[in-house]
């Protein structure tokens, strides 16, 4: 497990000129970058933590930034759409007002709690904002929502239990 750092942007220029400084100074591995709504740009790195520290030295115009540390796999395979969709009997789905919040809070549930990534959707084509549904037993998806509720900033987050066979194309 290494460490990922997510960096987002007001302005798709500067954060193309800043994925651009930070890969000409340290050997990392662009997990995701993109736009995102309204306008904005981010993108997600893979590599040791010191290497990340020294490739934000370089940038001065970042809007909201976090690293991971020891980032869970599940994680990894959720940024790149490679999560396994298969619903246990209870859903929670947490949206958050941005990315880097998101991803942060997933990587904390999936380590405290009991529930498995089904989709993490990152900010294109809904105003910026990050969302992520998880599943797991009903006391597991409650523990979640205690967790991310007191210890993240959730935009809004819902709860299903026993979710219809037909909703996982859905989400």
């Known amino acids: 497990m290494g460490s990922i750092c997510v960096v987002e942007f007001f302005s798709i220029a500067e954060g193309f000129e800043a994925l651009d ?3 000409k100074k340290v050997d ?22 010191e290497s990340i520290n020294i490739g934000l030295n370089n940038l001065s115009f970042e809007q909201k930034k976090i690293i991971i540390s020891g980032v869970s796999e599940d994680i990894l395979k959720a940024i790149k759409n490679k999560t396994i969709k298969k619903m246990k009997n209870s859903i929670g789905i947490f949206e958050f007002s941005n990315i880097s919040e998101s991803i942060y809070s997933l990587d904390g549930v999936l380590k405290k709690t009991n529930v498995e990534v089904v989709k993490l959707v990152l900010g294109y084509g809904i105003g910026g904002k990050s969302y992520y549904v998880v599943t797991g037993n ?6 979640a929502i205690i967790l ?8 809004n987050y819902k709860k299903i239990n026993n979710p219809s066979n037909g909703i996982l194309k859905y989400i």
């Open 21 to 23: 400084k930070f890969l």
């Open 28 to 49: 990392v591995d662009v997990c995701k970058a993109g736009t995102t709504c309204p306008g904005k740009y981010y993108f997600i790195v893979l590599g040791d933590t």
């Open 138 to 143: 009903i006391d597991s998806i409650e523990e």
């Open 148 to 155: 991310i509720t007191k210890s993240y900033k959730v935009k």
